[in-house]
C-alpha cells in the first residue's frame, strides 16, 4: 500500500480507528487482505484483555500467510516490525540494514516507534549515513518515539531516545534521554534532527534527561540549541538525571552560561535545572515565572560527598551570586534545592545574594529545600524585602532549632501574605513547634 501524506497524516491522528476501518473497507473490496488485518488488530484493540480467543486466532492466521510478504515490500523481515491496528507500528532495526529503507517506511506505515541498533560489528559506520538519510527525509507525523540502540555494543551505555509528544500532526513536546552529550552522531543528533522539523516551530516544551554519571558539560547541548536557533513558542525547559538502573551517584552539569540558555527562549516561563556549575553573570528574562535550581555551585572540584574530604578544604556554593542582580520580574516561583551539606560546604553568606536580590518584584513562592543553616537562613528571611510579597515561603529538609523558630515567631508580622509555611517539628522543642503552629499556616 501507498498513502499520501495527507492519509499518513490521519492515520497517525485516528484515534478512534475511523479512518483505518474505512480504508479496511476499501481494501476488502478489493480483495485485500490487509483490510481484514485492519479490522481484526482494530477490534482486538478495543477489547483489551477481554477479546475473544477467535480474534487472537484470524490474527495469527493472517499474519502466518501474509506478513512476511508485507514486510518485503518495505525492505524489511520477519521480527523487524510489530504490527498494531493494520499497520506497522514499531520496528526495530540494525543500521546497516536500515539504510534505504528509512524512506520507504515512512512513507508507506505510520510507524508510531524506531529503534537503530548499533554494535561492534560495523553498524556504527552506517550509523551517520542512516542519520543523513533520516534528515533528508523527515520525520513521519506519527513518529514518537526514536532510539539508539547500544545495548549490545556496551553494557553501560545505555540508549539515546527522543520521544516526541504530538497533538495530531502537531508536536508539542521532545524529551531527549541523554548517554553523552559529546558523543557524535548520537543523542544531540536527534534532537537537531526534531526540532529542524517543520511541525516543530510550535513547541512548548523540551526536556532532557542525563544518563551519564559524574560531570557532564553541556556546552555541545547549547551550541546544538543555539545552531537550531530561538524558539518563541517554547514554554517550558526542564533538564534533570535520569537512572534506569535504579542506581543513584554523584552527578552535576556544567553550564556554562544560563543567560544564553534563557535568550533562545523569549516566551519561557518554566525552567527547571538538576544540580549545577552556574557562573556568576547577569541574567535576565521578560517572561519567567518558575525557575528551580539543584546546588547551583561554583567550584573547581564539583559537588562531593564530605565524608570523604573530613578535615580537608571543602567545594564552597558561589553559584547564587547570578541572583543578586538577576532582572527576572514577572518570576513568581523559586526554588532552590541545597542538597544538604554533604555536598557542598554551604555557609550562612552564601545566602546573602540571594536575599538582597533587587530584580525579583513579582516573588510569591520561595522555597529552600534541605538547607543545613536553617537557623541562619529564618535570620535573613525576616530582613529581606521579598518577606512582606511571600504567600509561599517552604523550608522542607531546613535544619532548624529552637533558635530558627524563635525568629520566626518575634517576626510575624515581616510576612502579612503568607499562607503555606513548610517545615517539620525536626530539631524544635515541642513548646515552640505548637507555637509556630499557631502562630503560621504549617505544612508539614
Same mark, same amino acid.
Given at each position: ?198 511541525? &516543530?516551530?510550535?513547541? #512548548?516544551? @523540551?526536556?532532557?534527561? %542525563?544518563? *551519564?554519571? /559524574?560531570?557532564?558539560? =553541556?556546552?555541545? $547541548? ?122 557542598? &560546604?554551604?555557609?550562612? #553568606?552564601? @545566602?546573602?545574594?540571594? %536575599?538582597? *536580590?533587587? /530584580?525579583?518584584?513579582? =516573588?510569591?513562592? $520561595? ?78
Amino acid at each position: 500500500m501507498t498513502f499520501s501524506p495527507d492519509d499518513l497524516v490521519a492515520l497517525a491522528s485516528d484515534e478512534t480507528d475511523t479512518v483505518r476501518l474505512r480504508l479496511a473497507r476499501t481494501l476488502l473490496q478489493q480483495g485485500d487482505p490487509r483490510g481484514a488485518l485492519i479490522e481484526v488488530q482494530c477490534a482486538l484493540a478495543r477489547s483489551g484483555t477481554q477479546a475473544p480467543s477467535r480474534l487472537r486466532e484470524e490474527e495469527a492466521a493472517l499474519l502466518a500467510a501474509h506478513e512476511a510478504s508485507w514486510l518485503s515490500e518495505l525492505g524489511l523481515l520477519p521480527g523487524d516490525a510489530v504490527f498494531k491496528r493494520g499497520f506497522v507500528d514499531r520496528v526495530t532495526l540494525d543500521t546497516r540494514r536500515a539504510r534505504g529503507v528509512y524512506a520507504r517506511l515512512v512513507r508507506r506505515e505510520p510507524v508510531r516507534s524506531l529503534s537503530l541498533l548499533v554494535d561492534f560489528t560495523g553498524s556504527e559506520e552506517s550509523l551517520p549515513r542512516l542519520l543523513e538519510e533520516i534528515r533528508e527525509a523527515g520525520l513521519p507525523a506519527s513518529l514518537e518515539q526514536l532510539i539508539i540502540d547500544r545495548k549490545n555494543y556496551w553494557e553501560v551505555i545505555l540508549d539515546d531516545e527522543l520521544q516526541l509528544q504530538r497533538q495530531g500532526a502537531r508536536m508539542l513536546g521532545l524529551a531527549l534521554d541523554l548517554q553523552d552529550a559529546a558523543r557524535p552522531h548520537a543523542g544531540l543528533e536527534l534532537l537537531d534532527l526534531a526540532l529542524r522539523d517543520s511541525e &516543530a516551530a510550535r513547541l #512548548e516544551t @523540551l526536556e532532557v534527561n %542525563l544518563l *551519564a554519571r /559524574g560531570e557532564s558539560s =553541556l556546552e555541545t $547541548l547549547l551550541q546544538t540549541l543555539e545552531r537550531v536557533g530561538p524558539r518563541p513558542s517554547l514554554r517550558d525547559w526542564r533538564l534533570s538525571f535520569s537512572s534506569p538502573s535504579g542506581k543513584e551517584w554523584i552527578r552535576w552539569v556544567q553550564l556554562g552560561s544560563l543567560a544564553r540558555l534563557l535568550s533562545l527562549y523569549p516566551k519561557l516561563q518554566t525552567l527547571v535545572l538538576p544540580m549545577a556549575e552556574l557562573p556568576a553573570e547577569h541574567v535576565a528574562h521578560p517572561e519567567l515565572r518558575e525557575l528551580s535550581l539543584h546546588w547551583s555551585g561554583l567550584t573547581p572540584c564539583g559537588p562531593s560527598d564530605l565524608s570523604q574530604w573530613k578535615p580537608a578544604p571543602v567545594p564552597k556554593g558561589g553559584g547564587l551570586q547570578l541572583l543578586r542582580d538577576a532582572r527576572l520580574p514577572r518570576l513568581q516561583r523559586l526554588h532552590i534545592d541545597f542538597q544538604y551539606a554533604w555536598y557542598i &560546604a554551604w555557609t550562612p #553568606e552564601d @545566602l546573602v545574594p540571594l %536575599l538582597e *536580590a533587587e /530584580g525579583l518584584p513579582a =516573588l510569591r513562592q $520561595l522555597e529552600l529545600h534541605n538547607c543545613a543553616s536553617g537557623d541562619a537562613l529564618c535570620r535573613e528571611l525576616v530582613r529581606t524585602k521579598h518577606a512582606s510579597r511571600l504567600e509561599v515561603l517552604d523550608l522542607t529538609g531546613a535544619t532548624l532549632s529552637d533558635e530558627g523558630a524563635l525568629v520566626l515567631l518575634r517576626h510575624r508580622e515581616r510576612f502579612p501574605r503568607l499562607q503555606r509555611l513548610g517545615c517539620g517539628p525536626w530539631g524544635l522543642s515541642e513548646a515552640l513547634w505548637t507555637e509556630l503552629r499557631s502562630q503560621y499556616p504549617v505544612d508539614t
